[in-house]
């Protein structure tokens, strides 16, 4: 986990755009792209711990997942991990830094019924 000047909590964060990833889940998944390995690479400097977010058409939700990496393969353009979510988190901001997206988060309070 990153602070930035605002005291926020900030970590590297992927779309997923056929699969959601849910707290408590262990889910093994295989992504593609530079993105993708430079992200991890953040994460691993960070608690292992990145945030996924759905994306559709691309546009991306503004509720994520905060994942903790358990483990991790890379391949030149293909990254295997195996993820446990953690907890849902609500996106304040994503802004990009050295080519990774990143995100600013708040707690996420489901809704009382």
Known sequence: MFWNSKKKKVYPV??????????????????QGEET???VASAHKNNHILCFVFENDKEKSQIGVLAKVEH????????????????????TR?????GVSFIEMDEFRSPEI
Do not use: M
Not at 72 to 91: N, Q
Not at 94 to 98: L, M
């Open 37 to 39: 390995a430079k992200a």
């Open 14 to 31: 992927l779309p997923l755009k056929n699969i959601v990833v849910f707290p408590t889940e262990k889910i093994s998944l295989v992504l």
């Open 72 to 91: 991790s393969e890379l391949a030149p353009e293909i990254t295997g991990l195996f993820v446990e979510g953690l907890k849902r988190v609500k996106i």
């Open 94 to 98: 994503e802004f990009s830094e050295n």
